[in-house]
């Protein structure tokens, strides 16, 4: 019987000389009040990326399941090298938008070696980004899940029934390289520090954090930085 190996790290289909895979996690975890938590609440997410067909040693098998050679690795979902970007988005990003409207913390983090699609999937190329939207199908998930978000947020205030529902947006950018965390709209500031506090949870100091109220905002700030 094939082997099958519960990864929740994709080392080892990542390895040469096959550089296809990357990862999404989604992870939820939220107040209260909101209504059933999302099940589970981290998801690990495989996308198999496009080569020639000569070199695709991993292989999806099932809909959770890939293969590389002989070897069997189950992850929450597989997603084969022919799938757009709006089937990663369907699969990733819808259920993420809808648990961040609901109440919960949601984050994609994505991982993969070089050239593995990490900035292909969640962005897409930089024209996607200013295209529009129902234009490009390379877009990636981030701009497919702003344009959710606001859409969204339009249409819980048009069916509001005379309640005036009020949603407040901030958009920070950030990364973290060597080990230090850096403010990509404010490249000055280096290095930032993570706090945790009972006010505001974690969070990174002096991040900056600019007020959005459409797709075209935070498509302005991206451009602008
Ligand atoms: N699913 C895909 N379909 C078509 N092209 C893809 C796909 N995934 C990646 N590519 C292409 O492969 C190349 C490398 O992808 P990308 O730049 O996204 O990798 P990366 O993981 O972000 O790399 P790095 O870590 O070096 O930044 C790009 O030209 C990208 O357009």
Redesign the pocket.
């Known amino acids: 019987m094939d082997e099958i190996v519960r990864s929740d790290g994709p080392a080892e289909v990542s390895a040469p000389p096959d550089p296809p895979v990357?990862d999404e996690i989604v992870r939820s975890d939220g107040p209260g009040e909101a209504s059933a938590p999302p099940d589970p609440p981290v998801k690990v997410v495989v996308?198999i990326?496009?080569v020639n067909q000569a070199d695709q040693v991993v292989k999806k098998v099932s809909s959770d399941t890939l293969s590389v050679e002989d070897r069997k690795f189950r992850f929450d979902s597989v997603i084969d090298?022919n799938a757009k970007q709006e089937d990663v988005f369907q699969l990733v990003g819808v259920p993420l938008v809808k648990n961040a409207l609901a109440g919960y913390n949601a984050s994609i983090l994505s991982y993969?070696q070089?050239?593995?699609?990490?900035?292909?999937?969640m962005w897409g190329?930089p024209s996607a980004m200013v295209e529009d939207p129902s234009a490009s199908s390379h877009q990636g998930i981030g701009p497919r899940i702003f344009q959710m978000l606001f859409s969204e947020i339009q249409k819980e205030q048009e069916n509001s029934e005379g309640k005036q529902i009020n949603f407040q947006c901030r958009c920070s950018f950030l990364e973290i390289y060597n080990e230090q965390i850096g403010d990509l709209l404010d490249p000055i500031q280096r290095n930032l520090e993570i706090k945790d506090d009972a006010k505001n949870g974690l969070y990174v100091e002096n991040l900056t954090e600019e007020y959005v109220t459409s797709y075209e905002d935070v498509t302005q700030i991206l451009i602008k930085k």
């Open positions: 990357k996308r990326r496009p090298s993969g070089t050239g593995s699609g990490k900035t292909y999937t190329p």
